[in-house]
């Protein structure tokens, strides 16, 4: 068992469980939507990447951020919004670099980034406000670097396990999914 711990050393709320086997953690999805004590608890698997991330037993790829590039700032995205989602809805033109913003849980924000290799690309790109991704409309707003690399720093060092790492779930979008199968789950 792993909890999740917050900067300022309070538990999240947030755990992330180990187990044996396959069907001890089958047995422990079966507590989905029970109560431990007077608390109401939901379960989600996780995965072996996300465990050993949590754990401090892996590192994360540090982002790179182009200095030289044109940032454009999503506001009112989708939750569940993707990567090559945001790339197909600048189609007519091609982003450098797209970052996914999380709050300091490790949720999404509904913020993003996207960078553009000239002011002509961003310009282009810009053409795209107030309109829909999914079900929403989303703003674009001219950004910098620095304000790119502000929320990015934020999204890395959120809230803190025990270990000092951030949470598994602030993690995900930087986590590619080719991890071997892990016996964890995210309470």
Not at 18 to 31: C, I, V
């Amino acid at each position: 068992v792993h909890v999740v711990f917050l900067p300022d050393g309070r538990a999240s709320g947030e755990c992330l469980v180990e187990f044996a086997s396959l069907q001890d953690m089958q047995s422990g999805m079966m507590k989905n939507r029970q109560h431990i004590g007077h608390r109401y608890i939901e379960i989600f698997k996780s995965s072996g990447a996300e465990m050993d991330a949590a754990t401090g037993r892996s590192r994360l790829t540090p982002v790179r951020v182009n200095h030289q590039s044109h940032v454009i700032r999503l506001r009112g995205l989708p939750y569940s919004t993707t990567e090559d989602e945001i790339t197909a809805f600048f189609s007519h033109v091609k982003p450098t670099g797209v970052h996914l913003i999380k709050d300091g849980m490790g949720r999404p924000s509904g913020e993003g980034f996207v960078e553009f290799a000239s002011e002509m690309d961003a310009s282009v790109a810009m053409t795209k406000h107030r309109q829909n991704l999914g079900h929403r409309y989303v703003e674009l707003f001219r950004s910098t670097p620095d304000e790119l690399m502000r929320a990015i720093g934020m999204q890395q060092w959120g809230a803190m396990t025990s270990t000092g790492i951030p949470p598994v779930a602030a993690m995900q979008s930087l986590m590619s999914g080719s991890a071997a199968q892990s016996h964890c789950i995210l309470m």
